[in-house]
């Protein structure tokens, strides 16, 4: 496991060495062999560590690694753009299993985020929660809907259908299908945060149904 997560460290962390590498590797092949179809592999191998190194990085350092915390001990701007945004430089300690800390480094555009989302967000947390394979920390995946950031953009999000259907229901409160949006908004909310107001919320939007059919 640790040499794995090494090798996904390298390639998703230097990506112009890995296509050198993926060059001398099947390049070597294809003289060895006189066969050139060795080189075939290279430019879509290439590609796909382009786009999805990191994605398969953070995939499996979330199935087989530990969790732990991590601190980042450093946040510089480049000059460098992704998507208009300018891509941050990262430098962090990771708390290994003795207690220890160790170093490590990531930028924007190799971090390694679980969930797997198109977006990149790093939470400014004090403790990030993370996890690695124990004797390589440096390489670690960020848990994202784990950390303080995380479950707080987790909670708005869960909140926007219930703020939505309120405005369609303080529009119009004799219509059902307003009503019936507002309860199901409110009823998939709670399911994850338990909130004794809108409990009682459902009740009463409830009763008026009932005095409405």
């Known amino acids: ?7 996904l460290f390298f390639t998703s962390h230097h990506g112009f060495y890995t296509v050198v590498l993926l060059f001398a590797f099947f390049g070597l092949l294809s003289y060895l062999t006189k066969k050139a179809w060795f080189l075939i592999p290279i430019i879509p191998l290439a590609i796909l560590n382009g786009f ?3 994605f398969l990085n953070a995939w499996f350092l979330n199935k087989y690694g530990v969790e732990s915390t991590a601190i980042i001990t450093s946040d510089v701007e480049t000059n460098s753009t992704l998507n208009d945004m300018y891509i941050h ?4 300690i990771v708390k290994k299993q003795d207690g220890k800390y160790t170093t490590t ?5 190799t971090a390694a985020i679980y969930p797997i989302r198109n977006s990149i967000r790093i939470p400014v947390d004090k403790d ?3 996890k690695y394979i124990p004797g390589y920390e440096k390489n670690m995946v960020i848990l994202y809907d784990q950390s303080r950031e995380g479950k707080i953009v987790l909670q708005n999000e869960k909140m926007a259908p219930v703020n939505s259907a309120r405005i369609k229901y303080e529009a119009d409160r004799t219509n059902k299908q307003f009503i019936e949006e507002y309860i199901a908004a409110l009823e998939d909310y709670v399911k994850d945060y338990d909130d004794e107001t809108y409990r009682e919320k459902i009740k ?4 008026e149904l009932r005095q409405l059919k």
Do not use: H, N
């Not at 430089?89 to 962090?92: L, M, P, R, S, V």
């Not at 480094?105 to 555009?109: D, E, G, N, Q, V």
């Not at 009463?204 to 009763?207: C, F, G, I, N």
């Open 89 to 92: 430089d990262y430098e962090a």
């Open 1 to 7: 496991m640790v040499l794995i997560s090494k090798i």
């Open 128 to 130: 990030i929660p993370v």
């Open 105 to 109: 480094f990531f930028s924007t555009t």
């Open 52 to 54: 999805g190194g990191q």
């Open 204 to 207: 009463v939007l409830k009763q």
